[in-house]
């Protein structure tokens, strides 16, 4: 262990989608006991986190991450009870519990939106982003809403318009107002109290708008057919400077309690993603890195970008990688299989904190859903929709993976469950959950890898190389980004044994000069 580093340094989150994971109750939908059921099967994977989504009461018009009451667990997900076991249960076998705070915007059913919209003077009208119509009667600006069409909608009852940057039924808190801060600070310190060890702040960087409510200007590289939402260039509506200040007084409320997280969503460039780190530390412990989720599957692109972020990181602060999560096509499918267990390979060996989405264990890719059966609402309004990366866990090839007793779960099941599932994987020495549990053990059993410094090798045609090294002792991972073999030339000191290669057959065979990689092949060479 390296003992100078803090549990989420050291550690692997794994993201839980609580809607796909485990049912028990029999109506299709994931619940907090058949998280409970399936920790063991995540001690055993070796993860040291998990994040659940949200499991908070909600109208579920955003399958949760639209919230009526933040103190409170939904019924579909169970009981706070359910959720005192669920973290207690974890704690006893080593994973930390990370939830998801959703502070930007409520519920329309919350109470304290539905007071805001009673009248113009209530007090908690302020709470939200109330704005007079201009005067020909359209919205006060051109702020467009993430899930399609404008981000204002009008409030016949006290006729103004009220802002909201995703759904109509998600309006936008106004975190300007000390009140909602104190609220919103109030409802983590009562997770926290309950023994939470951190939060995922969803769209952190959008907490505080442009107080002039100022037009966005177009993005002149926008073309038609595109998101629409992309469209505008959101420099007014989001990423303000002043949402800094949020950040660094939400981190006060973390810092009175001992070693609890933050981790900002944050899709923001990379220049802008370091400052919510805070000037000293003082802001998010980990604002996400998506760009393993964006970025092009090139050698060069990903070499060239872990430089700049390397590079970009202010002193102290700790990097981090994301592989996949629920607003995006897993990784088996963005990337397809073989390439999948290189993209394992590289997660789980740079340095900074892996982020794992759940089933990318196990190879799960998107699927096709039935026009029948879509239900993410941008699906329904843009025709993107989010649905193929949230199908249920495979767990064996019982009847609906063993994921739910219901007749249909909530989103279909992939078409492989039967021959790819938990049940099955790992008793093959050779699957996709095989490798992801060596990779992790290894990271975890290995101070170069957890916490030892990075250097770059190679990133050119398809190959790339990197090492880690911590005391003297070190790595050097070696990846094909590509389908043909390739012999890649190493220096004098980079000899040694296989560790492990994605194929899971050669440990243990030395490594002189020069290694041969099969194609979509990488393997982790044990230096000296
Ligand atoms: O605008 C984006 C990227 O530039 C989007 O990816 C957006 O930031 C993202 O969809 C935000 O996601 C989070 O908030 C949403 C919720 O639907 C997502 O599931 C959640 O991860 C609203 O709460």
């Excluded at 007014?236 to 981790?263: K, L």
Aim: proline share 6%.
């Amino acid at each position: 262990m390296a003992k100078e580093h803090l549990w989420w340094q050291t550690g692997i989150v794994y993201q839980i989608y609580p809607r796909s994971f485990q049912d028990t109750s029999g109506n299709g939908v994931g619940d907090l006991p058949g998280i409970l059921s399936r920790l063991d099967y995540l001690q055993w994977l070796g993860v040291t986190a998990i994040w659940i989504s949200p499991c908070f009461r909600s109208p579920m018009k955003d399958f949760g991450y639209d919230v009526s009451d933040y103190r409170d667990i939904d019924p579909l997900f169970g009981t706070l009870s359910d959720m005192d076991d669920v973290i207690a249960a974890a704690h006893e076998r080593g994973i930390r519990v990370i939830l998801d705070f959703v502070p930007n915007h409520t519920s329309d059913q919350h109470p304290w939106f539905i007071e805001s919209r009673s009248s113009r003077d209530n007090p908690k009208r302020d709470w939200y982003i109330w704005r007079d119509a201009k005067a020909d009667g359209s919205p006060p600006n051109n702020w467009l809403a993430n899930f399609g069409g404008i981000g204002w909608q009008w409030d016949e009852h006290t006729n103004q318009f009220y802002y909201h940057a995703f759904l109509r039924e998600q309006p936008d808190l106004n975190w300007r107002n000390p009140e909602v801060r104190e609220a919103m600070f109030g409802v983590l310190r009562f997770w926290l109290d309950r023994g939470v060890d951190g939060f995922r702040v969803d769209v952190l960087y959008h907490l505080i708008k442009d107080e002039q409510l100022r037009d966005n200007p177009e993005n002149p590289k926008w073309e038609e057919g595109e998101n629409p939402y992309r469209r505008l260039k959101a420099v007014y509506s989001s990423d303000q400077d002043e949402v800094h200040d949020v950040v660094r007084e939400m981190r006060r409320v973390f810092d009175s309690y001992d070693d609890r997280v933050i981790i900002g969503e944050t899709y923001v460039p990379l220049r802008r993603l370091v400052k919510y780190y805070g000037e000293n530390n003082d802001g998010a412990h980990m604002p996400f890195n998506f760009q393993l989720l964006l970025l092009e599957w090139r050698a060069e692109r990903i070499g060239e970008f872990i430089d700049r972020y390397e590079g970009a990181l202010p002193e102290g602060a700790w990097p981090n990688w994301v592989l996949g999560n629920h607003d995006y096509p897993r990784v088996a499918w963005r990337v397809g299989a073989a390439q999948a267990r290189i993209a394992a390979m590289l997660l789980l060996t740079l340095r900074g904190t892996p982020t794992l989405y759940y089933g990318d264990e196990l190879g799960m890719a998107d699927i096709e859903i039935p026009p029948d059966r879509v239900v993410d609402p941008p699906a329904l309004t843009l025709g993107v929709g989010r649905d193929g990366e949230r199908t249920p866990m495979q767990w064996d090839a019982s009847p609906n993976a063993g994921f739910t007793s219901a007749e249909e779960p909530w989103l279909p099941l992939a078409p492989d469950y039967a021959a790819q599932n938990t049940a099955v994987q790992r008793e093959d020495t050779l699957s996709m959950l095989t490798l992801h549990r060596r990779l992790i053990h290894l990271r975890q059993s290995e101070d170069a890898l957890m916490a030892g410094t990075y250097h770059r090798m190679y990133a050119e045609g398809d190959i790339l190389a990197y090492s880690r090294r911590h005391n003297g002792g070190g790595f050097a991972v070696i990846l094909n980004l590509g389908g043909s073999e390739q012999v890649v030339e190493l220096g004098p000191a980079d000899s040694g044994r296989i560790a492990l290669s994605t194929h899971l057959d050669r440990e243990g065979d030395e490594v002189s000069s020069r290694v041969k990689l099969r194609p979509d092949e990488g393997v982790i060479i044990r230096l000296g």
